[in-house]
């Protein structure tokens, strides 16, 4: 019998040998044969991500290239990544809360996390779905645009003020999030100033101060952004972590999931993956759409002008998240980094967000 309690945990490429194939391959078939084991990519990011094709006789059930996602080899993002154990929450994610999730996601073979131990990811790649990953730097069109934010809806209103997901998912908002709140506080205002400076003429100078006060205060504006209606967020949708089965959006990298506002999903998404101009012509139908179809998924008194005055607050995050990620540096590529700050930035400028959370 394949053995899914089997360890898989990899921790450097030569981990991935025909031995610890065979244990994921038998998972699904039990008495499938592994023949070779050929690693043709190691990427080194925020975590490793290894490509690899395996050569075995289950071809029908099991498919020949993985991905793999790992603990990063860098030592910074390890640093980083490593206390919040983000991956542990990937993987928390894709053993128990996957299954309910009204989005495309992309198929696990095997996930293993064990403390102290590490984290292992290993997944289909999405090529062999013939699925197109998304690229950070994508800008979207209108129809992508609206197809993403249609999905975000349908997931926002499936988890609506489901208190008891967090009674039985005590590790969405737990030990995790706690220290990533900690670590993001105390680092945001040296990260912050440094990110600035190396976005040279890409902020405006007038973003500079107001973008320094939300950095010491991002406690307590992470509070703020934090009290109205709840439900599960993916929390890091850029179009890097988005990939296309056709027409249609898939969302991947759930490392920083939690129980948060919905419409923060909508600012950070609208704030990375838009032309400036095209968010600008469209954003207020986009928001239409949303609300829509929460409504359609039945979630009842809503508030259209509370809901456009929450997505103008929440632009605040994209515009960290991208300035605190090229201050700390490896974390994106840089010329994909800089092309995000830019369009985060102008978001921000054009709602005014750092002003409407002072009020
Ligand atoms: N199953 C997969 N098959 C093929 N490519 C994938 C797969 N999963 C992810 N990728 C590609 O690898 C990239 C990184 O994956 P992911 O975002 O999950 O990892 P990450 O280390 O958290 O990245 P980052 O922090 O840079 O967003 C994705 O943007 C996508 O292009
Ligand atoms: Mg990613």
């Not at 080194?44 to 071809?59: C, F, K, M, Y």
């Not at 154990?85 to 293993?112: D, M, N, Q, T």
């Not at 997931?155 to 900690?182: D, I, M, P």
Request: hydrophobic letters at 40%.
């Amino acid at each position: 019998m394949g053995n899914p309690n089997q360890h898989i945990l990899v921790h450097r490429p030569r981990d991935l040998s025909v031995k610890w194939a065979q244990r994921v391959v038998n998972r699904f078939v039990p008495d499938a044969k592994v023949f070779g084991v050929n690693v043709y990519s190691v990427d080194v990011g925020t975590s490793t991500r290894l490509r690899i094709e395996v050569q075995h006789n289950a071809t029908e059930l099991v498919p020949a290239r993985w991905f793999i996602k790992t603990p990063s080899l860098a030592i910074k993002p390890r640093m980083i990544t490593a206390l919040p154990r983000f991956l542990h929450k990937e993987v928390s994610f894709y053993r128990s809360l996957s299954a309910g999730i009204p989005l495309k996601l992309p198929r696990i073979l095997a996930a293993e996390s064990r403390f102290g131990r590490g984290s292992t990811l290993v997944m289909s790649d999405l090529a062999e779905h013939d699925f197109r990953p998304g690229r950070a730097a994508d800008a979207l069109s209108f129809d992508q645009a609206s197809r993403v934010v249609t999905h975000l809806a349908q997931l926002h209103g499936q988890y609506r003020n489901k208190s008891s997901l967090l009674h039985a998912h005590r590790w969405l908002n737990g030990f995790s999030h706690q220290v990533e709140t900690h670590m993001g506080s105390l680092m945001a205002y040296p990260f912050m100033k440094r990110g600035l400076l190396q976005a040279g003429g890409l902020i405006a100078k007038k973003l500079h101060q107001p973008a320094l006060n939300y950095a010491a205060n991002r406690r307590t504006i992470k509070q703020l952004l934090n009290t109205d209606s709840k439900t599960l967020v993916h929390y890091d949708c850029h179009p890097g972590n988005i990939f296309w089965a056709g027409a249609e959006p898939g969302f991947l990298d759930w490392q920083l999931v939690r129980i948060g506002e919905g419409i923060g999903d909508v600012a950070y998404f609208m704030a990375t993956a838009m032309e400036p101009e095209l968010r600008r012509k469209h954003e207020k139908s986009l928001l239409d759409q949303y609300v829509e179809q929460l409504t359609n998924a039945g979630v009842t008194g809503l508030d259209e002008d509370n809901l456009f005055r929450r997505y103008r607050m929440h632009l605040v995050y994209p515009f960290e998240a991208m300035v605190v990620t090229l201050a700390i540096g490896g974390m994106m590529q840089y010329e994909t980094n800089l092309e995000l700050i830019r369009r985060a930035a102008a978001a921000v400028e054009d709602h005014d967000s750092f002003a409407m959370i002072k009020a």
